[in-house]
């Protein structure tokens, strides 16, 4: 489908003014302003760190946040951590939520056709950045998810965007700057230049992660698992797992795939902060993994007899694991019942026993009571 509207309008008014200028006034400003500063003030290790940690923090607000959060619903969080990411992620300067999130979704929906708003069939360079300078097609205007729209706190950050954004992306790597004795420093190197990486490292995600890496799990679509761009993004580089199980908080879905996004939801949920973590079935995840390699095989010339053969001893395996592992279950559940209902029944017959003794133990003393008063009878000589 063409963007039908957009296309017919002549390129200055179909150019998107404020993004096409912020987008290139940053770097260009990044790029003269960092080796002046450099050059007259030196560059002191204080900053390098904030730079990088900020960097860090804000895209994993974009990642944990606006990505697997806010676009995907893959887990829930406690208010604390969505307003955290709300106000955070607005630093990364990528649009409000609402407007962030409802693109997304359309890139998951429709990838790789003309609707998706950064489709890598556009090229390399309107995946990356290009999407960003044109105007969206007017039927996309304004056209949010319900559930995002349903959000108060998402519409507040929505309509306080641009004063939060300025402040998260500008103003207060200036104040951090200034409490190092170096405002500018701040602002030029923890904010202008910051800016440039993390959102280049974001647009590498629609661009390369469409282009470069493996699909081990779907071919259906230009998404690629890319280990490189996992190592910039927070885990994010991943792309070919995520196309195929969205709805899964984990991008590096293996244990030693480097995603610190899957890592720090997991911390939170540790400590109480995430939960209702979506995953996918390790069987789901190996089957789709097993289709592509069969596919493989096959393009290697192997016959599909044997693929299918040992693909079918491997199916009927897990079907016996998964039988058993019920059986396990229920007999588990079952002796859990019949282990509780023993224990109500102690419970009832230690309760009767000790009444009997109460009992026992008065009857005792009433009767010892009767008999104190009768004089006692001389044994002695017996
Ligand atoms: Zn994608
Ligand atoms: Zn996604």
Redesign the pocket.
């Known amino acids: 489908m063409q963007h039908t509207e957009t296309a017919k309008l002549p390129w200055y008014k179909k150019t998107n003014w404020p993004n096409a200028l912020f987008l290139v006034g940053t770097p260009l400003a990044a790029f003269t302003l960092t080796p002046i500063h450099v050059s007259l003030h030196g560059l002191s290790s204080g900053l390098v760190i904030f730079f990088f940690s900020y960097a860090m923090i804000t895209n994993l607000a974009v990642t944990a946040g606006y990505?697997r959060l806010f676009?995907?619903r893959s887990y829930d969080v406690s208010p604390v951590i969505k307003w955290l990411y709300l106000i955070v992620g607005a630093g990364a300067v990528q649009g409000s939520v609402l407007q962030w999130a409802s693109d997304?979704r359309r890139h998951?929906r429709e990838v790789d056709t003309y609707a998706d708003p950064y489709s890598i069939k556009r090229g390399f360079f309107f995946a990356h950045i290009g999407w960003l300078f044109v105007k969206d097609d007017p039927i996309y205007k304004d056209k949010f998810s319900p559930d995002l729209l349903a959000d108060k706190a998402i519409l507040w950050q929505h309509e306080h965007y641009y004063p939060l954004a300025m402040f998260m992306s500008f103003g207060f790597p200036t104040l951090v700057g200034w409490a190092m004795g170096n405002p500018w420093g701040g602002l030029i190197i923890g904010g202008i230049l910051r800016i440039v990486f993390t959102q280049h490292c974001t647009f590498f995600i629609n661009s390369l992660c469409h282009m470069i890496g493996n699909q081990p799990y779907n071919d259906k679509n230009s998404a690629k698992d890319n280990f490189f761009m996992a190592l910039f993004t927070c885990g994010e580089g991943y792309h070919n797992f995520?196309h195929r199980f969205?709805s899964d908080y984990r991008n590096g879905v293996r244990w030693w795939q480097w995603d610190p996004t899957k890592w720090w939801i997991q911390s939170l949920a540790f400590l109480g902060l995430a939960y209702r973590l979506k995953r996918v079935s390790s069987w789901e995840i190996l089957r789709a993994r097993m289709a592509q390699q069969q596919k493989q095989l096959l393009s290697r010339g192997v016959p599909a007899e044997t693929i299918n053969a040992r693909k079918t001893k491997i199916e009927t395996a897990q079907a016996r694991m998964r039988a058993l592992k019920e059986d396990y279950g229920k007999l588990k559940a079952s002796m859990q019942a019949q282990s509780r209902r023993r224990l109500l029944q102690l419970k009832a017959e230690l309760k009767v026993a000790k009444l009997e003794f109460r009992m026992a133990r008065a009857q005792w003393g009433a009767y010892f009571k009767t008999f104190k008063a009768v004089p006692a009878v001389s044994t002695a000589g017996y």
Do not use: D, L, N, V
């Open positions: 990505h676009a995907h997304h998951h995520h969205a």
